[in-house]
């Protein structure tokens, strides 16, 4: 098995956890598609507040083309529906590229619940 399938989800909450106790998020909730890492999908962590909900993804696809995405959804109030932000997308081939990105995220994260 890949390491990156085995360590995603312990090294993703280590750096979001500040989501739970700076921010008051729920979570995390964790979602894999079947079949990783040799087929399309991936791993998914989720925060969730009132409103609001962090997605970090490990994700595989054809080609060895796998990544880290961050993604910031917001619910439009009144007129209900979402608003997506992708926060930022860097290549996770390796463990080490896979944790970098991760700090990277992490940071972004950080600075834009700061900025709202």
């Known amino acids: 098995m890949d390491f990156r399938v085995k360590t995603f989800v312990p090294e993703a909450t280590k750096r979001l956890e500040f989501m739970r106790t700076e921010y008051g998020f729920a979570g995390p909730d964790v979602e894999s598609s079947p079949g990783i890492p040799r087929n399309r999908g991936g791993i998914t962590v989720k925060y969730q507040r009132a409103g609001l909900i962090l ?3 490990l994700t595989f696809d054809y080609g060895h083309d796998d990544n880290v995405e961050t993604t910031l959804f917001r619910y439009r109030m009144p ?3 979402l608003r997506q932000t992708r926060v930022l997308t860097d290549t996770a081939r390796t463990g080490y590229e896979m ?3 991760l700090d ?4 972004a994260v950080r600075d834009l619940l700061r900025q709202n």
């Open 99 to 101: 944790r970098r990105a």
């Open 79 to 81: 007129a209900g529906g």
């Open 55 to 57: 997605a970090t993804s």
């Open 104 to 107: 990277r995220h992490a940071s």
